[in-house]
């Protein structure tokens, strides 16, 4: 069995299987974790729960204006990377090529140099994102172990992605294995690192959301 092979066989199911239970135990848990019945008496012209939880997902999608200077950067950074990412994996036509192999589904790609130059972009937002966690004061002393370790499993892929569609270091195989095995192990991290924001940030902004809403507050 070659290399590539293997990634693309056991490696790749067995990180989508951790993956796919991962991700359901970890929302089944968050869900259904026992908590005390709130008893208070929602405030005069506190919203709907649906609405009040989606308009403040809406609101925190940026900060407020006082604070909008001095959190530019990771807000240009953080869409920048966010959305890099959400268009080479669902914009690239061998992922998408990918996605309908397990689901059924497909959708036009978009062309190599167009994901070429979007994952260069990516790199450097992600590359800044490091920078600045490593530079700053108050985010050196908080960071830990597992934020550097998300952000390695993430930019792992960007990388031999880019190594494996401009044929560097090895075979393109070989080369397309490894970034085959890297987004493997990023997959298989996924459920128990802080990658799980990605799925976790809907639930728990909507409810900060509606709890402030219930009380009068609408920040």
């Given amino acids: 069995m070659t290399l590539l092979e293997f990634a693309r066989g056991p490696a790749i199911n067995a990180a989508l299987v951790i ?6 135990w970890r929302l089944f848990w968050l869900l259904f974790l026992p908590r005390a019945a709130d008893h208070s008496v929602a405030k005069l012209g506190a919203g709907a729960a649906v609405s009040s939880a989606a308009g403040g997902f809406v609101r925190h999608m940026w900060p407020p204006r006082e604070y909008a200077a001095r959190t530019r950067f990771s807000l240009i950074v953080g869409y920048v990377l966010h959305f890099g990412l959400a268009i080479i994996v669902f914009g690239f036509a061998q992922h998408i090529l990918f996605i309908r192999d397990i689901f059924g ?16 972009i990516t790199l450097a937002a992600l590359i800044a994102a490091l920078v600045r966690r490593m530079t700053n004061p108050v985010l050196k002393m908080i960071s830990t172990f597992a934020d550097y370790w998300a952000w390695f499993v993430v930019t792992l892929p960007v990388v031999t992605g880019l190594m494996a569609v401009s044929h560097l270091l090895l075979r393109y195989e070989d080369m397309l294995g490894v970034h085959i095995l890297s987004v493997a192990l990023m997959l298989a991290t996924f459920p128990f690192s802080k990658l799980m924001h990605a799925f976790l940030v809907f639930v728990t902004r909507s409810q900060t959301s509606f709890f402030y809403s219930r009380r009068g507050s609408h920040v």
């Fill in 19 to 24: 993956f796919v239970f991962g991700v359901i």
């Fill in 105 to 120: 589904i497909g959708w036009p790609g978009l062309p190599t140099g167009v994901i070429t130059v979007v994952s260069v």
